[in-house]
């Protein structure tokens, strides 16, 4: 398995989240592998450079995982192909009082960039399916009993699904991703953040506390990869356990969308290329 295709989940069918490898095959070269990413995140800025220009569709790339699997490296990584001045990161952290009063999207809808530009959810409202899920979160939220009513988390799941729809609809992609780590590399790079000083302050106590859920964590993103993901908006499970593999296929990733955008820079009509030449014999014309 080396090819985006393998790794993508386009609703079509079931999927089980224990047939996707955590690691690359053997026969993968990594040396050729960091060269493929470095030649991608060149396309990359190119494309964005089209998609700015263009302003026509917006891009929103979101980044699932459990704690230690990479978000941060490898949204770093995507970041140094892209100009800063096109794009926006936002993590989504436990909702503060104003969040937690408005319904599960608002936070996010916020965040949506303008067209033309792009956006990266570190974590994002598929926490309200996740964590939420897995602590029963909604039952002590405060929202009317009728809401509560029935599977909250599959009515979320609807929700999700006809929000990512809305913004198909009106000019956006939204592209996702589970970083899949292994328990066993969670463990390590734990054990590293523990006993690394300079590492000390990505360890949070809670991190132990969660792992120990990693079971329901897992069911918890399944159920919500297999009822949201579509042809339009996939899912991508890409092994995390080699970090310079889950950067490679983030980057085949981003790339396979910006060619399905296919942005182009705007052509002038022929007054305003005119003009152009005008304004060039004013300028050659100066003293
Ligand atoms: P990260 O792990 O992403 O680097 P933090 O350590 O600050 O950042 O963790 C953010 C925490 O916020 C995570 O435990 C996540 O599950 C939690 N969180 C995010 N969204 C929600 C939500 N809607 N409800 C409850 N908890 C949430």
Known sequence: ????????????????????????????????????????????????????????????????????????????????????????????????SEESSHGFLWRAIKCFPARGKMAIFNRSYYEDVLVVKVHKLYESAKIPNRCKHGDVIAKRYEDIKNFEKYEYNNGYRIIKFFLNVSKEEQKKRFLERIDLKIKNWKFSASDVKERAY?????????????????????????PADKKWYTRYLVSEAVVDVFKKIAPQYPVLSDEAQNNLQKDKEILLSEE
């Not at 040396?31 to 263009?54: C, H, P, V, W």
Request: avoid cysteine; hydrophobic fraction near 35%; aromatic fraction near 10%.
């Open 1 to 96: 398995m080396s090819d985006l295709r393998d790794f993508a989940v386009k609703g079509d069918k079931k999927i089980k989240l224990k047939s996707f490898p955590t690691k690359p095959d053997d026969s993968v070269s990594k040396e050729k592998i960091i060269k493929k990413t470095q030649a991608n995140l060149k396309k990359m800025g190119e494309f964005q450079d089209r998609l700015y220009s263009e302003g026509k569709e917006g891009l929103v790339l979101i980044f699932q995982a459990m704690d230690a699997a990479g978000k941060d490296s490898t949204i770093k990584n995507v970041m140094s192909g892209l100009n800063p001045q096109g794009i926006d990161v936002y993590s989504f952290k436990v909702p503060n």
């Open 214 to 238: 990693w079971d329901e964590y897992m069911e918890a993103y399944e159920s919500a990869i297999n009822a949201t993901a579509t042809k339009n908006s996939p899912w991508y499970i890409l």
